[in-house]
């Protein structure tokens, strides 16, 4: 399966396209995509697994979930950018690695492998991390700069973001991070934000998700700005409630971040909220908007913000709708 198959298949297990659709999601040919379709259903026939089908120019999938769990733990179904990611976050988290013992578990070639750990390396040199080769042995994390750690964030983000709709139900990451406790915190946050009527997020999820990792990890995060937090006092009784089996400078570091988000702040680097802005003047024209009352902008700042971040993380998590009657006459209002 190569990184074009594996796209396709990711997005079809979550809904059903036209061939406009799938060439505008993958930025590929429409040649291309229907003779990837094609390689996608001889191994689904060979695996014995109902084939793509194209019913009143829509492509469908219908794999049960049954079907779905049978298929994505048989193989790794891993795209080239997410076992990048995954050398990168294990080489950080552990401080090691031994890369034989990867192109095992991923089933690669030595030149594969080594070309896609070629990339990590050079990430990381260039932006001033340093690692050492132990010989007979594999490959040691010396020193992490502030922007990989930045960048090892943001990919641990990722894979929090994709855990509901990847096609690897069984994600090699797992194994690597088994010790943060990540279901029961999924919950406990949950608490937290029903408790506080903060609007659920997955994007809010997986961010708080990976900062429990980076918090463990490293000495230097800090979430907290220069203002007053007094008035989150009753967020703050809430997080020591159901956060308590958690380190108390995790709890901190939540606090002041749904504080900041509560009190419309922008939980983003500058470069993505630079982008997101320059949008919002296309957008009102588009909509012949004259203005935005802030409070909307704000919410619309955020939304595009996430959109950013999904589009160059090639996170294709995509959610559909269906414009009614009633959503084209308050569109056109």
Same mark, same amino acid.
């Given at each position: 399966?190569?990184?074009?198959?594996?796209?396709?298949?990711?997005?079809?297990?979550?809904?059903?396209?036209?061939?406009?659709?799938?060439?505008?999601?993958?930025?590929?040919?429409?040649?291309?995509?229907?003779?990837?379709?094609?390689?996608?259903?001889?191994?689904?026939?060979?695996?014995?697994?109902?084939?793509?089908?194209?019913?009143?120019?829509?492509?469908?999938?219908?794999?049960?979930?049954?079907?779905?769990?049978?298929?994505?733990?048989?193989?790794?179904?891993?795209?080239?950018?997410?076992?990048?990611?995954?050398?990168?976050?294990?080489?950080?988290?552990?401080?090691?690695?031994?890369?034989?013992?990867?192109?095992?578990?991923?089933?690669?070639?030595?030149?594969?492998?080594?070309?896609?750990?070629?990339?990590?390396?050079?990430?990381?040199?260039?932006?001033?991390?340093?690692?050492?080769?132990?010989?007979?042995?594999?490959?040691?994390?010396?020193?992490?700069?502030?922007?990989?750690?930045?960048?090892?964030?943001?990919?641990?983000?990722?894979?929090?973001?994709?855990?509901?709709?990847?096609?690897?139900?069984?994600?090699?990451?797992?194994?690597?991070?088994?010790?943060?406790?990540?279901? @029961? %915190? +999924?919950?406990?946050?949950? /608490?937290? $934000?029903?408790?506080? *009527? !903060? &609007?659920?997020?997955?994007?809010? =999820?997986?961010?708080?998700?990976?900062?429990?990792?980076?918090?463990?990890?490293?000495?230097?995060?800090?979430?907290?700005?220069?203002?007053?937090?007094?008035?989150?006092?009753?967020?703050?009784?809430?997080?020591?409630?159901?956060?308590?089996?958690?380190?108390?400078?995790?709890?901190?570091?939540?606090?002041?971040?749904?504080?900041?988000?509560?009190?419309?702040?922008?939980?983003?680097?500058?470069?993505?909220?630079?982008?997101?802005? @320059? %949008? +919002?003047?296309?957008?009102? /024209?588009? $909509?012949?908007?004259? *203005? !935005? &009352?802030?409070?909307?902008?704000? =919410?619309?700042?955020?939304?595009?913000?996430?959109?950013?971040?999904?589009?160059?993380?090639?996170?294709?998590?995509?959610?559909?709708?269906?414009?009614?009657?009633?959503?084209?006459?308050?569109?056109?209002?």
């Amino acid at each position: 399966m190569n990184d074009t198959n594996i796209k396709i298949l990711t997005l079809l297990v979550q809904d059903t396209f036209i061939l406009e659709e799938l060439s505008m999601y993958l930025n590929l040919e429409k040649s291309s995509i229907s003779k990837s379709i094609k390689q996608i259903n001889i191994f689904l026939e060979e695996e014995k697994y109902p084939k793509i089908e194209l019913k009143e120019n829509r492509y469908i999938l219908s794999l049960s979930k049954k079907e779905q769990e049978e298929l994505f733990n048989k193989k790794v179904f891993m795209t080239s950018d997410e076992i990048y990611d995954y050398l990168y976050i294990k080489f950080i988290h552990n401080n090691f690695i031994n890369l034989e013992e990867e192109r095992e578990k991923l089933n690669l070639s030595r030149s594969s492998i080594f070309r896609i750990f070629t990339k990590v390396k050079n990430n990381l040199s260039e932006n001033g991390s340093k690692y050492v080769y132990i010989h007979g042995k594999g490959i040691e994390l010396k020193y992490l700069s502030p922007k990989n750690l930045h960048i090892f964030f943001k990919a641990l983000v990722k894979y929090f973001f994709k855990i509901d709709f990847s096609l690897n139900r069984v994600n090699l990451l797992d194994e690597v991070l088994k010790d943060y406790n990540t279901k @029961k %915190l +999924i919950i406990k946050l949950c /608490e937290v $934000f029903k408790d506080n *009527k !903060i &609007a659920f997020s997955t994007f809010l =999820i997986a961010f708080l998700c990976a900062l429990n990792v980076c918090v463990k990890l490293f000495k230097e995060i800090d979430l907290k700005l220069d203002r007053d937090y007094y008035e989150y006092i009753d967020l703050k009784d809430s997080l020591n409630n159901h956060l308590k089996n958690f380190n108390l400078k995790y709890q901190e570091q939540v606090f002041y971040f749904l504080a900041n988000n509560l009190s419309n702040e922008v939980p983003f680097e500058p470069e993505v909220l630079s982008k997101a802005r @320059k %949008l +919002i003047p296309r957008i009102k /024209e588009i $909509f012949d908007l004259d *203005k !935005i &009352a802030r409070n909307y902008e704000k =919410i619309l700042l955020k939304k595009l913000c996430y959109s950013i971040f999904k589009y160059e993380g090639k996170i294709l998590k995509v959610k559909k709708l269906n414009l009614r009657s009633i959503d084209s006459m308050i569109l056109n209002t």
